[in-house]
């Protein structure tokens, strides 16, 4: 008889690692699989190479230039990325889909900003109106919050700011000169400038060593100062004897039972070719928001015509991102002429401006909930700013060495609400190279996303007066949407079984032994980032697998 | 996972830029400089032809005398030293929807300057080139017709700005703080505690 494991974990990035360190640790027998190869961090990470040290200087092959996102999908990490299976977009619509296929995930290379989601998130549909309510509290998902914050270490200050929790910080990252600045003119008309909560180590935390400040984050931390499944929980995950971790396992469909229930998963092995079946009692999805959603939509049976756990049709539904795009951008004269100084050292957001609109009743904007700003610049690795400067000559060479802590640029985190338009099907026709039906992507913009935007350049034009800025202006588009990695929403939680996938411990309604651990199960957009919250409610969801082990429920 | 000290990173950096730089035949300045500077002196790296994989050798020229009218040699190294038309050339060479935009602008140059000097561009005095360059590179210069030229200018100092920047000579000319490798402890405190609005500081660099 096959083998039948206690647990599938199906991806090792944030929330599949979480689930393999915790299920492993409680005794659980875990099996994992991975769509690519295990990442090493001396062989697939930056490892304190500089542009000049890189054949085509940090800007990569322009003969791949079109197979690549850019961000984290960079020349160094280019391999780790996901360029064979392709998906779709469905006309009128926009998507770009970034998927990091190396063990751990995108979350080798993220961007550590880990803002805990609070009350106003989770009771938006009370306050305004709009859409749902999440089915749990701040106060029920604090506690798992500190789990996290206490293993991973995150550095911030303590705030004050309901909207914005705060958590259990090491000291946070020093004041760059043009924070100062910035921060001046924020405070001028009462927005806020404050520490961001940056999942970085100021100081030595749980074995792994403080950040040494090389500014190389964004292709992989050689010392592991900041939180990566490579570094943290597949280790951690790995120590206990418990774990089983197969590389080059891309998931198909999830197998059903003769009761429907989750049997296992069919995986594609990419070095064979060959399609393997593995068994367990319970499988959890982590492969990333959109592939966990894909794999579920392609796991058709006679119980599931539409997809596993499909009996409420809203699976792939719901699907939101955040609308990246610049608010402003130019320069700050007070700086110019100033020595160079390492801003860009820690290569993070070190400050942001958190959602500070329509916090109270009534509402003050036009827009529905609110959205947050990161705020750059200062001395960066390339001076993207003198191709703003006209000419040519010596005097253009010693103005862009003038300018060079100068540069100030603002970034709007806005959530886009949920919409009808927006969503994830299977492609009818295209299938990748292993013959599996395809993802499609169906996404525009809404207006209210796009009011925020309108909103955060007036803001930012004002910030940059008062700080006696040049404003450059602001984009003229947005990102296209699935740049910022946020996106969440097509298996999302809730606690009636005909409108939600999931449940409030993210296994789901129809198929109690199936779990979602990723980004796919909040139900509404927030204006904080991710990452911090799949560790956390991942976490959740290991206590009620655990406990159900215990039960006996899963047999 | 703990205790990596900058020693072992230090190695691991080593390694890396070695076995990076072994994969960059033919690239001579841009090779040299990528390296470590030689203890004797910028001016003593060997002195090897480029052989351009993109350019015709006259086009290469051009593309030569354009980046070091860009970013001169002044008082600090400029584009020349920093081997910035190799690594155009090598860009060019593998980007299909690029190579005509660079054929065509080198093009347009040698026709503007045969128009009133009857030679190429590479082949008209310093003054002369900066002159044509001047109409497209400043709005208040700019006239009626050129718009092709413009569109080239900008794109061969677009690139011209890529390649210096990111060489280890375009590190030094901005201090650019990357040079260093890492920091004992967090170095991003503003120092300036007596004017954090930064209203009060005089420059000490032009």
């Known amino acids: 008889m096959a083998k039948v494991y206690d647990v599938i974990v199906v991806g090792t990035g944030a929330g599949g690692s979480t689930v393999m360190k915790t299920l492993c640790e409680a005794g659980l027998n875990v099996v994992a699989l991975n769509s690519g190869p295990r990442v090493i961090p001396s062989m697939h990470y930056g490892n304190h190479r500089r542009r000049f040290e890189l054949q085509y200087r940090g800007f990569g092959d322009p003969k791949t230039k079109n197979q690549r996102h850019g961000g984290c999908d960079s020349e160094i990490t280019t391999d780790l990325f996901e360029h064979e299976i392709r998906y779709t977009v469905a006309p009128g619509g926009q998507w770009v889909w970034t998927r990091c296929k190396g063990t751990g995930g995108k979350a080798n290379f993220w961007g550590r900003s880990s803002a805990r989601f609070g009350d106003i998130d989770f009771k938006g549909a009370s306050r305004d109106g709009h859409d749902v309510d999440w089915p749990i509290t701040s106060e029920e998902i604090s506690p798992y919050y500190s789990r996290i914050e206490r293993m991973v270490g995150v550095s911030s200050t303590v705030q004050n700011r309901p909207s914005n929790p705060d958590g259990d910080y090491l000291p946070a990252f020093g004041h760059r000169c043009m924070d100062w600045i910035v921060k001046s003119a924020c405070d001028e008309i009462g927005v806020p400038y404050l520490p961001d909560r940056i999942a970085q180590l100021t100081v030595d935390h749980n074995g792994h060593p403080a950040c040494h400040y090389c500014g190389g984050c964004r292709t992989g931390c050689d010392s592991g100062s900041f939180f990566s499944p490579t570094w943290y929980f597949i280790p951690a995950a790995e120590k206990t004897g418990k774990l089983e971790l197969r590389t080059d396992a891309h998931v198909k469909n999830v197998i059903v039972r003769e009761d429907g229930q989750a049997a296992g998963v069919s995986y594609i092995d990419r070095a064979t070719r060959k399609e393997v079946e593995v068994y367990a009692k319970v499988v959890v999805l982590a492969g990333s928001c959109c592939e966990t959603a894909k794999i579920m939509l392609n796991s058709k049976s006679r119980h599931w015509p539409t997809g596993i756990a499909n009996s409420s049709g809203q699976l792939g539904r719901n699907l939101v991102d955040h609308l990246y795009a610049s608010a402003a951008h130019g320069i700050l004269p007070r700086l110019a002429g100033q020595p160079s100084r390492p801003d860009n050292a820690s290569s993070s957001t070190v400050c942001w401006m958190p959602r500070w609109q329509n916090l109270k009743n009534p509402f003050e904007e036009e827009f529905i909930r609110g959205y947050s700003v990161y705020v750059g610049g200062g001395c960066q690795e390339y001076p993207s700013y003198a191709s703003h400067f006209e000419g040519f000559g010596s005097e253009y060479k010693r103005k862009i060495r003038k300018y060079y802590p100068t540069p100030v640029s603002f970034g709007i985190q806005a959530p886009s609400l949920v919409s009808e338009k927006n969503y994830i099907d299977i492609d009818p026709v295209v299938k990748d190279i292993f013959g599996i039906p395809v993802a499609r992507f169906h996404y525009q913009w809404g207006p209210n996303e796009l009011k925020m935007w309108e909103h955060a350049k007036e803001v930012c034009a004002d910030i940059l007066r008062r700080a006696d800025g040049e404003n450059w202006g602001a984009g003229a588009k947005p990102q296209p949407p699935g740049h910022s990695l946020h996106e969440t929403g097509p298996c999302r939680f809730g606690n009636d079984p005909k409108k939600f996938v999931t449940n409030r411990w993210s296994a789901c309604h129809d198929v109690p032994n199936l779990y979602v651990a990723d980004a796919s199960m909040f139900p509404t957009p927030t204006d904080k980032t991710t990452t911090i919250s799949i560790l956390a409610f991942a976490l959740r969801s290991c206590d009620h697998i655990i406990e159900g082990f215990r039960q006996g429920s899963f047999g | ?206």
């Not at chain 2, 990596?4 to 960059?24: T, V, Y």
């Open chain 2, 1 to 206: 996972m703990a205790g990596q000290g900058p020693e072992r990173r230090e190695i691991l950096r080593i390694l890396s830029l070695a076995s990076a730089a072994a994969e960059f035949p033919g690239l001579t300045k841009w090779a040299f400089a990528f390296d470590d500077p030689p203890k004797n002196g910028l001016a003593q790296g060997p002195k090897k032809t480029y052989k351009p994989q993109f350019f015709t050798t006259e086009e290469y020229e051009t593309a030569e005398i354009l980046c070091d009218l860009i970013i001169p040699s002044d008082e600090t190294p400029g584009a020349r030293e920093a081997g910035v038309s190799e690594f155009i050339d090598l860009m060019a060479s593998r980007d299909a929807e690029i190579q005509p935009k660079f054929r065509s602008g080198i093009s347009w140059l040698d026709a503007r300057s045969q128009a009133s000097r009857q030679k190429p561009f590479r082949a008209v005095s310093k003054e002369e080139q900066t002159g044509i360059l001047e109409h497209l590179a400043y709005r208040e210069k700019h006239r009626p017709g050129e718009e092709q030229g413009r569109a080239f200018f900008n794109l061969i100092r677009e690139y011209t700005l890529m390649g210096f920047y990111t060489s280890r000579i375009g590190f030094a000319e901005l201090d650019n703080p990357s040079l260093r490798q890492f920091y004992e402890k967090d170095p991003l405190g503003c120092t300036h505690v007596n004017d954090r609005e930064h209203k009060h500081l005089s420059p000490i660099r032009q």
